[in-house]
């Protein structure tokens, strides 16, 4: 049956279970405002988990040590900061259109001159190849990864009939900017071969920024240099479960850490 509609207003439908979300624990509310050092033995013991975090400012991994922070969050948010292989081969598309799909989240998300890379795209595979995407798609695409494969199919195929044969990849960033630009607009195309029409695209489009933004601010990296503290809301077992209390504008509880723009300040 038809799910919710979107931000768009096209009605989208459920596709099973959405992501595993992490359980808030409540439990007493803690006088402490700041930050103790976790007992978790990932933390102290295992081998190479502060190699995950020097990339960030010295606050943030503070704070995802502290016992503001739940274990389980913690353990989500080491995994994310895992460092991404250098030698990722795709799991669910072919090397063409994983090199489509490397050119289009540079061109949505340019990474120029942050502390770290995040390799979008094959984050973005390894969602496909897991199904751990948000339980949604629109009626008019088909499933993930099949609709992904599609997808770069079609930009592949937009990019070959209006240059020369030239693949999505191979485009400079102008060039690529011009075909997402149309696809964002449901221009129409002319691409012997393409698998989607231009409504498709749009959509398919759509997605895609959706998915890459949702995994690039879940990146401790990207939070960190938002200034973001939402992940302090209570330790282990909920011992530190003390919320928030300074919530006026240019306020600061002492755990959470400053942005670079703000120290610079």
Do not use: C
């Given at each position: 049956m038809p799910g919710p509609p979107s931000a768009s207003g096209r009605s989208l439908r459920r596709l099973g279970s959405a992501a595993s979300l992490v359980p808030n624990h409540a439990g007493p509310i803690s006088d402490s405002r700041s930050p103790?050092?976790?007992?978790?033995?990932?933390?102290?013991?295992?081998?190479?988990?502060?190699?995950?975090?020097?990339?960030?400012?010295?606050?943030?991994p503070a704070l995802i040590r502290s016992d503001r922070v739940s274990e389980q969050l913690r353990r989500e948010l080491l995994d994310r900061a895992r460092p991404d292989d250098p030698d990722y081969r795709p799991q669910t598309m072919t090397a063409a259109q994983f090199a489509a799909l490397r050119a289009l989240v540079d061109r949505v998300i340019p990474q120029d001159g942050a502390p770290v890379r995040i390799d979008l795209a094959a984050r973005l595979d390894r969602m496909m190849a897991t199904s751990e995407g948000n339980g949604w798609r629109y009626e008019a695409l088909p499933t993930d990864p099949e609709a992904y494969n599609r997808g770069l199919?079609?930009?592949?195929?937009?990019?070959?009939?209006?240059?020369?044969?030239?693949t999505f990849a191979e485009l400079s960033g102008a060039e690529r900017?011009?075909?997402?630009?149309?696809?964002?607009?449901?221009?129409?195309f002319?691409?012997?071969?393409?698998?989607?029409?231009?409504?498709?695209?749009?959509?398919?489009?759509?997605?895609v920024r959706s998915d890459a933004a949702r995994l690039y601010?879940?990146?401790?990296?990207?939070?960190?240099?938002?200034?973001?503290?939402?992940?302090?809301?209570?330790?282990?077992a909920g011992a530190a479960f003390a919320g928030f209390e300074r919530i006026g504008?240019?306020?600061?509880?002492?755990?959470?850490?400053?942005?670079k723009a703000e120290t610079a300040a």
């Open positions: 103790k050092a976790s007992k978790d033995p990932r933390l102290a013991d295992a081998p190479g988990i502060d190699s995950h975090l020097t990339f960030l400012d010295a606050d943030y199919d079609t930009l592949n195929a937009v990019a070959g009939a209006g240059h020369a044969g030239r900017d011009r075909i997402l630009e149309a696809a964002a607009a449901e221009e129409p002319d691409a012997p071969g393409a698998p989607f029409d231009a409504a498709q695209l749009a959509l398919w489009f759509e997605e601010v879940a990146h401790p990296a990207t939070m960190a240099r938002l200034g973001y503290s939402g992940i302090a809301n209570g330790g282990a504008l240019g306020e600061r509880e002492p755990f959470e850490p400053a942005t």
